[in-house]
Protein backbone atom coordinates (compact mmCIF):
# COMPACT_ATOMS: atom_id res chain seq x y z
CA UNK A 1 0.00 0.00 0.00
CA UNK A 2 0.91 3.21 -1.27
CA UNK A 3 0.61 5.75 1.52
CA UNK A 4 3.61 8.18 0.81
CA UNK A 5 1.18 11.24 -0.72
CA UNK A 6 -0.37 10.98 2.73
CA UNK A 7 0.56 13.73 5.71
CA UNK A 8 0.68 12.24 9.48
CA UNK A 9 -2.55 13.71 10.65
CA UNK A 10 -4.32 11.95 7.64
CA UNK A 11 -2.69 8.37 8.74
CA UNK A 12 -3.70 8.95 12.58
CA UNK A 13 -7.15 10.09 10.96
CA UNK A 14 -7.32 7.03 8.82
CA UNK A 15 -6.02 4.30 11.91
CA UNK A 16 -8.69 6.47 14.45
CA UNK A 17 -11.70 5.94 11.68
CA UNK A 18 -10.73 2.04 10.72
CA UNK A 19 -10.13 1.14 14.36
CA UNK A 20 -13.47 2.98 15.78
CA UNK A 21 -15.69 1.78 12.66
CA UNK A 22 -13.88 -1.89 13.02
CA UNK A 23 -15.06 -2.24 16.96
CA UNK A 24 -18.68 -0.58 15.97
CA UNK A 25 -19.48 -3.34 13.64
CA UNK A 26 -18.14 -6.37 15.67
CA UNK A 27 -19.72 -5.22 18.80
CA UNK A 28 -23.28 -4.98 17.02
CA UNK A 29 -22.53 -8.43 15.31
CA UNK A 30 -21.97 -9.88 18.87
CA UNK A 31 -25.09 -8.29 19.87
CA UNK A 32 -27.01 -10.03 16.97
CA UNK A 33 -25.85 -13.54 17.51
CA UNK A 34 -26.98 -16.77 19.58
CA UNK A 35 -23.94 -18.47 19.49
CA UNK A 36 -22.01 -17.85 22.63
CA UNK A 37 -18.65 -19.14 21.29
CA UNK A 38 -19.23 -16.54 18.27
CA UNK A 39 -20.30 -13.42 20.77
CA UNK A 40 -17.27 -13.84 22.56
CA UNK A 41 -14.74 -13.86 19.34
CA UNK A 42 -16.72 -10.88 18.18
CA UNK A 43 -16.54 -9.01 21.62
CA UNK A 44 -12.84 -10.02 21.48
CA UNK A 45 -12.03 -8.42 18.13
CA UNK A 46 -14.15 -5.17 19.30
CA UNK A 47 -12.19 -4.61 22.51
CA UNK A 48 -8.78 -5.63 20.42
CA UNK A 49 -10.08 -2.60 17.86
CA UNK A 50 -10.89 -0.38 20.95
CA UNK A 51 -6.98 -1.39 22.19
CA UNK A 52 -6.01 -0.36 18.64
CA UNK A 53 -7.50 3.37 18.90
CA UNK A 54 -6.52 3.63 22.20
CA UNK A 55 -3.00 3.33 21.09
CA UNK A 56 -3.66 5.70 18.07
CA UNK A 57 -5.74 8.09 20.37
CA UNK A 58 -2.65 8.52 22.54
CA UNK A 59 -0.32 9.12 19.78
CA UNK A 60 -2.63 11.73 18.30
CA UNK A 61 -2.52 13.86 21.67
CA UNK A 62 1.11 13.57 21.58
CA UNK A 63 1.54 14.26 18.20
CA UNK A 64 -1.40 17.20 17.72
CA UNK A 65 -1.16 18.42 21.63
CA UNK A 66 -4.21 21.03 22.00
CA UNK A 67 -5.50 19.26 18.08
CA UNK A 68 -9.18 18.31 18.72
CA UNK A 69 -10.08 14.87 17.11
CA UNK A 70 -13.05 14.47 14.53
CA UNK A 71 -12.95 11.54 12.86
CA UNK A 72 -13.82 12.26 9.19
CA UNK A 73 -16.74 10.84 7.77
CA UNK A 74 -14.68 8.60 5.10
CA UNK A 75 -11.29 7.57 5.33
CA UNK A 76 -8.57 9.23 4.35
CA UNK A 77 -6.27 6.82 3.25
CA UNK A 78 -8.60 4.37 1.05
CA UNK A 79 -9.58 1.13 3.03
CA UNK A 80 -12.46 -1.34 2.22
CA UNK A 81 -15.41 -0.76 4.90
CA UNK A 82 -17.83 -3.66 6.32
CA UNK A 83 -21.60 -2.74 5.30
CA UNK A 84 -23.64 -4.04 7.80
CA UNK A 85 -26.77 -4.14 6.55
CA UNK A 86 -28.04 -7.66 8.71
CA UNK A 87 -31.26 -7.29 6.91
CA UNK A 88 -29.94 -8.04 2.96
CA UNK A 89 -26.62 -9.61 3.66
CA UNK A 90 -25.56 -12.85 4.77
CA UNK A 91 -23.12 -12.93 7.60
CA UNK A 92 -20.93 -15.11 5.71
CA UNK A 93 -20.75 -12.02 3.28
CA UNK A 94 -19.90 -9.29 6.06
CA UNK A 95 -17.36 -11.69 7.37
CA UNK A 96 -15.79 -11.72 4.10
CA UNK A 97 -16.00 -8.21 4.28
CA UNK A 98 -13.95 -7.90 7.63
CA UNK A 99 -11.66 -10.23 6.00
CA UNK A 100 -11.10 -7.52 3.49
CA UNK A 101 -10.52 -5.02 6.06
CA UNK A 102 -8.46 -6.77 8.39
CA UNK A 103 -5.75 -7.74 5.31
CA UNK A 104 -6.12 -4.20 3.87
CA UNK A 105 -5.55 -2.79 7.46
CA UNK A 106 -2.22 -4.98 8.11
CA UNK A 107 -1.27 -3.49 4.37
CA UNK A 108 -1.70 0.35 6.17
CA UNK A 109 0.17 -0.69 8.91
CA UNK A 110 2.80 -2.46 7.55
CA UNK A 111 2.94 0.78 5.22
CA UNK A 112 2.52 3.27 8.56
CA UNK A 113 5.65 1.24 9.63
CA UNK A 114 8.21 2.25 7.29
CA UNK A 115 7.18 5.78 8.09
CA UNK A 116 8.83 5.14 11.30
CA UNK A 117 11.82 3.80 10.38
CA UNK A 118 14.01 5.91 12.91
CA UNK A 119 11.68 5.10 15.61
CA UNK A 120 12.49 1.85 16.76
CA UNK A 121 9.32 1.38 19.27
CA UNK A 122 6.42 2.86 17.32
CA UNK A 123 7.65 1.23 14.10
CA UNK A 124 8.01 -2.22 16.25
CA UNK A 125 4.21 -1.22 17.77
CA UNK A 126 3.19 -0.93 14.16
CA UNK A 127 4.54 -4.13 12.50
CA UNK A 128 2.87 -5.86 15.53
CA UNK A 129 -0.14 -4.50 14.81
CA UNK A 130 0.19 -5.62 11.51
CA UNK A 131 0.78 -9.02 12.45
CA UNK A 132 -2.62 -8.76 14.88
CA UNK A 133 -4.57 -7.89 11.72
CA UNK A 134 -3.68 -11.04 10.00
CA UNK A 135 -4.58 -12.83 13.14
CA UNK A 136 -7.70 -11.19 13.32
CA UNK A 137 -8.60 -12.03 9.77
CA UNK A 138 -7.70 -15.98 9.89
CA UNK A 139 -10.34 -15.61 13.19
CA UNK A 140 -12.75 -14.69 10.77
CA UNK A 141 -12.03 -16.89 7.83
CA UNK A 142 -12.56 -19.61 10.32
CA UNK A 143 -15.75 -18.51 11.16
CA UNK A 144 -16.70 -17.60 8.21
CA UNK A 145 -16.08 -20.97 6.44
CA UNK A 146 -18.40 -22.36 9.52
CA UNK A 147 -20.86 -19.87 8.37
CA UNK A 148 -20.91 -20.97 4.84
CA UNK A 149 -21.52 -24.52 5.82
CA UNK A 150 -24.61 -23.54 7.83
CA UNK A 151 -25.96 -20.72 5.43
CA UNK A 152 -25.93 -23.73 2.39
CA UNK A 153 -27.77 -26.25 4.38
CA UNK A 154 -30.22 -24.14 6.36
CA UNK A 155 -29.56 -25.44 9.54
CA UNK A 156 -30.36 -23.98 12.92
CA UNK A 157 -29.50 -25.65 15.69
CA UNK A 158 -29.16 -23.46 19.15
CA UNK A 159 -26.07 -23.62 19.59
CA UNK A 160 -24.60 -24.19 16.54
CA UNK A 161 -26.30 -21.40 14.34
CA UNK A 162 -24.40 -17.96 14.18
CA UNK A 163 -26.20 -15.92 12.96
CA UNK A 164 -29.74 -13.68 14.45
Do not use: C
Request: charged share 30%; proline share 4%.
Amino acid sequence: MNIENYNKKDLFLTALKSENDSKIVYHSLAQTVKNFMLKDKLEFLAAEEQKHYDFFKQRWDEAFPGVELVLPDENLVPLPEIELDLEDIRFSEIFQQAMDAEKAASEFYKSLAQRFENQTKMHNTLMYFADMEIEHFKILENEKESMERYEESDVYWPMTHVGP
